[in-house]
Structures are given as C-alpha cells and as structure tokens.
C-alpha cells in the first residue's frame, strides 16, 4: 500500500490546558488546499484499555457507573488507561483494570485489536481484550469509581450493545468486536 503524504502543515502549536490525564492544543495550520486555519487537538497521554472478561459459563461482567461527564450512568465493559511511558504494557494495564474493576483475574489474553476513538479532535488510542479462564479476587476501584458489576450472558451484553443500552463508545466497539467463536 502506497504511502500517504500529510497535506496539512502546522505553523505554530501552544498548549492551552494540560493536566495529568489530557492536554490540549491550539494549532494555526495550512490545510490541504493551503489556506490558513485552526484546529484543536486533544492529547491523550494514556492509551485506553477495555476488557471483555468471559467466563467457563459464557457469561461477561459489565461495570456500571456515574459518567461524571455525561452527567448520567453507563453500562461499560472494564476499562482503564495504560502509562505508556512508564513502562507499563497495554495486557499489564489490562490485568491491572480487570482485577481492579471487577476483582476477576484472568490466565488466558487475547488481543482483539486497536482502535482511535475519536479521530477528528483527538488522538486517543485504544487496546481491546478478551479475559478467559477466570477467578474471583477481590475488587479495589479507584476513589473516583463507585461501581456496580453485572454479570449476563456475552450474547445479552453485544445485544446491549447493538441496540443502544450501551453506549460508551469503547465498550460498543470491543462488544462488537467479538468473533462469533469467542461467545461460548
């Protein structure tokens, strides 16, 4: 596949805001037809991470909670961030969401893919798995999560997902995502 060249050219970039999870940037630029313009992008310094644990029974657990930024609750496979840069790999942040959300540990990874999130204002990258060959530990949200967990049928929870009870983003694609193999 051949190469694509960026016709876009950046001619001055700032920092507006930056915290320890995002920061967020004005760019003046020249866009592809070479006129002045402005974008605003968001970075994510953590890669996202989201989790569909299956168990022996073919069941999944999703996590429930408050979405601060919604201002309403949200249905949610377990999901979390990954500190790239602190070395921590994307299936340890995996193990680490897992257990810390729903207290399961699971013996068997596999990836399903990577996928950008919201691609026109940020460039917020995220890693899917599936977690099998489950067992129960104890669960130790952080303090801004107070979580419920359910546990139902994987096939109820793509349902779910299909018909809009789901709507975290992340969670709908890493659903969907599940090659029909997986749903036993």
Partial sequence: MEKE????KTINKETVYENAWIKVEHHEVLNPAGNPGIYGKVHFKNTAISI???DSEGFTYLVGQYRYTLN???WEVPEGGCSIESGESTLEAAKRELLEETGLK???W???GEVY???S???EKAIMYIAKNLSQQQACPEETEQLKIRRIPLNEAIEMAKNGEITDALSVLTLLKIPALHLL
């Fill in 5 to 8: 060249i960026n016709p876009w």
């Fill in 52 to 54: 569909v644990p299956i």
């Fill in 72 to 74: 309403s609750y949200s």
């Fill in 106 to 108: 699971a013996s068997e």
């Fill in 110 to 112: 596999t990836k399903l």
């Fill in 117 to 119: 999130l919201s691609n």
């Fill in 121 to 123: 204002v940020s460039d």
